[in-house]
C-alpha cells in the first residue's frame, strides 16, 4: 500500500478538512485538503530524502507550518507509538525487542483496524466508523481524553514489562506516513508499511466503554520516572554527574550568576541523583542570602521533580547556547547518576590510578562487565590504564568469573555461549564469546555460539544432547530486499581461517539443508549431517533479531528508476545494493579509476574531431533517452580499416566507466546480447568485433539486433508456471566495420533505426587513436557520475530548459535539411543536444559557445546522412525495378524482329510495359525485397496501372495478347521515362 492508499484509508470517512505531509529534518510542511489527496506523490517526491509524517489531526484551514492543537478540527481514528529497541536507531533499551513482544501489547478486547511497521516501530491505528469532528470545545477535550485514556493503558501494559512508551496524544501529532521510507540511519533507509488490517472501525463511546478510567491510568503512570519520580536502589550520586558533565561543572562555578532557565536545566537533573538535592538546596542558601526560604526551595523542587522531564543535552547545547560539552554519548546530564552504562562508566572513572584493591571490587567488576559489552572503546582505555599496574589476565578471568556468577551463565567448553533459563533474550551476545564478530546478535535460545562453532542443545533426562551446526562462527549479516524482483536474498558471514567471509544468496538457497551444503564451495564449515541444525539456527537468529539485522535495499536495474526523473542509478555510485544476475561482469564495469582532469585533457583532443566528438557525445545521451521519450537508435560508422573508428568508441565507454569491460562482441548469442542490453539500461551498448559474428546468415542476425535494440523489449519467453518477465532497456547502441551494416535490400525499418556513416577518418592522427586505448583503463568513470548530477539538477523545472533547446534544434534541422527522415533528425539531436549540455557541466564552455558547437555538429552529421528517397523501400526497389528492365530488355516481345531472347519477360507496347508477373515477382523476391508490398506501393504512386473487380482492387491487370486474355503488371510508359 502506497502513500495515497493509506491516507485515502485513515481519511476515508472524512468530508472536509486538511492534513498536512511534514518533513523533518528540514521542518518543510505542506497542506493537503483530504477531499483531494492527488497532491501527495508530488509532495512526496519533493521532500525526498528526508523522513515523512503527516498529521491524522484534521486543519480547518490550509497551513504549511506547523500546526497546534488550536488548528485541529477533527480526528479519523485513535492512535499508538510504540517504538522498537535498535542499537543505533533508539537510545532507550527498555523497549520491546520485536514486532512479536511489541504486539503483546494490543489490547484484546481492542483490536486495533492498522497497525503498521515505521522502521523502528509500531503505530497502532482504531479507525473511527466516521470522521469525529469537533462542534465545541467540550467536545475536542473529550476526544483528547480518550486518546490520552488509550495510549495510558497500552503505557501501563508497557510498564508492567519494564518497557517505555512515549506519550503521543497531542491532536496535532504528526505520525510518520505509510508508505515512506524511514531515513533515520540514511545508510539503511526502511519502508514503512502496513504489517496487518482488519475491516473494524469504532465508535468513540464503544473504545470509551472499554477503556478503564482516565484516574486509573494516570495513578499507574505517576509511579514512573516519565510523569513523577521514584527512588530506585540502582540509582547512583549526583556527584557522578558532576565529575562527567561539563555543563553541570559550569553551574557549579558560576550558578551565582547564571539565570533561571539554566538553573532549571541543571536542578531537573541533579536532584535525580542520590544528594542531588542537598547540593540545589546547599547552593540556593549560598545564591539568595537572606533571601533564601526553605519551604518555597522545597516546594520548587517538588515541582521539578514530579511536573518536569530532566532538561536534555540537545536542549541545553540549542537551547541555552552552551559549547562547552564534550559529546559524551548521553542525552540527560543525569544518565551519569540513573542510566546503566553512563553510571558504570561514571564509578570507573573515578579509579585514577588502578589498582588491584581497588579494580577486583565486586562493584568495579560489575561496572567493568557493563562497558565491556556496551563501550568496548572506554573498556579499552581503561585497561591501557591498568597495565603495568594489574594483571590484565587475572582482570579478563575476573571479569568471565563475575558475568558466570551475576548471571548464572554456563560457561562451556571452547567459549561458547548459550541463553539459560531465567536469562531474557538479548542477554547472551555474538561478541561476548566471539568479540571480533561483525554483528552483535542475540544468540537464541537453544543454541550454542563460541569459536568452535555452533551446537544445538536438547535437554536430556540424565545429561544434554549436542548437534553441530557449523564447525565454526556463522551470522546472518544483512538481509537485501531487491525493490524489483520484490524478492530477499540473505548475507552470511562465517570464519573461515580466522577471517570473516560472506556470500550472498536467495532466502531459498539459505533456509533450506539441501542448498545451504552448497556454501561449503566458498569455506562454510558445514555438511549435509549438520545443515539442518545450522538451517534450524539461522532461522531462530534471524528470529530473534529482526530490528538488529541490517536490511539493504538493492535494484536489478540500473539506469532511471521506474516513475522517476530525479533517481539514476550507477553502481559505483549508487546508494542501492546492485543485485544482477551477471556474476559481477557489469556492475564492475562501472568502475573510477585515474584523474578526472587528466581524463578531460584527452578528451578535449578528442572533441577536436567532429565524428569522434559524436561518438563521445552519443554516451552521454543515452540517459536522455528517457527524458525526451526518444526511441533507441544505432550509431555506425563503416569504411577502411583504421581511421580511428574503434579507438573512438572504447573512449566514449570512459565516461561511465571501464571500457574493456563494458564494450560487448558480436562474438555470441542473441539471447547474450539482449541480457547485456537489459543489464545495461539508459546507458550506451558499444558492440565490437562484427566479423565475428555466428550464424551462416549473418546478415539477417545484423538487422534482427537492430531491430531489437530499437524495439527495447526482449523475446517473449514461456515458463514453467506462464512467461517470463520480458526484458526491457533504453540504450544507443554503436558499433563500427568495414562494410555497411544495412544493404541495398535492407528493408526501410532498419536503415530509419540506423544513423549509419561512411567517413574516414574519425581520428586523423593514427597514433593519437592508438593512445586511446591505454589511456582509456588508466583515466575512466569520472564525466558520468558527474553529468547525471547535473542533469538531475535540472529536474527542478522538469527539463523545460533542455526541451527548449532540443526543440529548436530539430525546428532548425527540419528546415535544413527537409529530405530527411524526422526519426534521423531527432536522434541527430538528441546527441547534439547531450554535447552542448557537456561542454558546459564538463567542458566549462559558456552556453553561448555550447550552442553552436552543438548546432555545427548535428549539420556534419546530418550531411552524411541519406535522404528519406534513398532510404525509401518504394524507390530502392523501384530503382530495382528500372535496372532489371534494361538488364532484360531482350526479353520483351517487340524490342528486336531478328532476335529472339528466351523465356520471354513480357512484351511492350507505345504507351505500356507489360510484365509476365511470375518473372518480376521472383526478381524482386531473389533481390530481398517482398515483391507484394511494392507492387501494391508502386500502384498507390500511380506507376502501374490496376482495375477493379468488384470492391477488390487488383494489381495485375487483364489484357487480351495474341488472341488469349492474360493478366500481366502494366507498368505505364510515361512513368517509365520520366523516371529513367
Known sequence: MDATQFLNKIFQYTEIGYTQIFALPSTQARAIQVADLSPVPATIKQFQGQNIYFSPGLCGQAKDSKLSEADIIGIPALWVDMDIYHPVAHAEKNLPHTVQEAYTLIPEFLPPTIIVHSGYGLQFWWLLKECWYFDTPEEKLQAKSLLTRLQGYIRQQAQAKGWKLDAVQDLCRVMRLTGTLNVKIPATPILAQIIEQSDVYYDPSEIDELLPAIEQTAAAAAQTRESGFERRPTDGPADYMLANCKFLQHWQLNYKTLPEPVWMAACTNLIRGINGGDMVVEAAKSWLGNKYSESATFKKIQHWITECHPTTCEFIQNELQFTGCDQCGV????????????????????????????????????????????????YAKFKEKCRGRINLNDLNKCLKQYRKDASGLEVLEGGAGALQAGQKLGDVTTSQFVPDTPLDLAIPAGFTFGPGGIEEIKKGAEHDMRYLAAGAPVIISERIYNMDTKTEKVQLTFKYFNQWASVIRKRSEIFSARNIVSLTDFGLNASSESAKYLVKYLQKL???????????????????????????IIPNTSKYRIDLEDEGEITEAFSIRGEFAEWTKIAVEVRKQSFARFILAASFAAPLLKIFKNRNFMIYFWGTSGGGKTASQVFALTVWGSPNKLMKSFYGTQNGIEKALAFSNDFPMVINEKQVMNGRDKQDLFEQIVYMLEGGRGKLRASKTGLQKTSTWRSIGMASGEEPLSKENSIQGVKTRLL?????????????????????????????????????????????????????????????FPEHFSVHIDNVALVAIADYLSSMWIFGIEPKQAEQEAYQLAYTIMQELPTERQISDVERGWDFVQNWLAANDGRFDGQYQDVKVTPSYGFKNDDSICIYPEYLMDAL????????????????????????????????????????????????????????
Open 756 to 816: 549509419e556513416l561512411n567517413v574516414f577518418p574519425v581520428i586523423s592522427d593514427e597514433q593519437f587513436a592508438k593512445s586511446l586505448y591505454a589511456a582509456a583503463e588508466d583515466h575512466h568513470g569520472h564525466a558520468g557520475p558527474t553529468f547525471m548530477e547535473q542533469l538531475i539538477k535540472e529536474a527542478e523545472n522538469n527539463y523545460e530548459e533542455i526541451n527548449k533547446a532540443r526543440q529548436a534544434l530539430v525546428a532548425v534541422l527540419k528546415k535544413q
Open 331 to 378: 542525552q540527560s546530564p543525569c544518565a551519569w547518576s540513573l542510566g546503566k552504562v553512563p553510571q558504570a562508566l561514571a564509578k570507573v572513572r573515578t579509579i585514577a590510578i588502578p589498582a588491584p584493591e581497588s579494580v577486583f571490587q565486586p562493584e568495579t567488576l560489575g561496572s567493568l562487565a557493563i562497558i565491556e559489552k556496551n563501550n568496548p572503546t572506554e
Open 925 to 980: 523476391k531473389n533481390a530481398g525485397f517482398s515483391p507484394d508490398k511494392l507492387i501494391r506501393e508502386f500502384a498507390n504512386k500511380g506507376r502501374i496501372a490496376t482495375e477493379m473487380d468488384g470492391e477488390k482492387r487488383r494489381f495485375k491487370v487483364q489484357i487480351k495478347y495474341k488472341g488469349r486474355k492474360i493478366r500481366v503488371i502494366k507498368i505505364i510508359n510515361n512513368v517509365q521515362e520520366n523516371l529513367l
Open 542 to 568: 534471524e528470529a530473534a533479531n529482526p530490528e538488529a539485522i541490517p536490511l539493504t535495499y538493492a535494484v536489478s536495474k540500473i539506469g532511471w528508476r521506474e516513475n522517476s526523473l530525479t533517481d539514476f
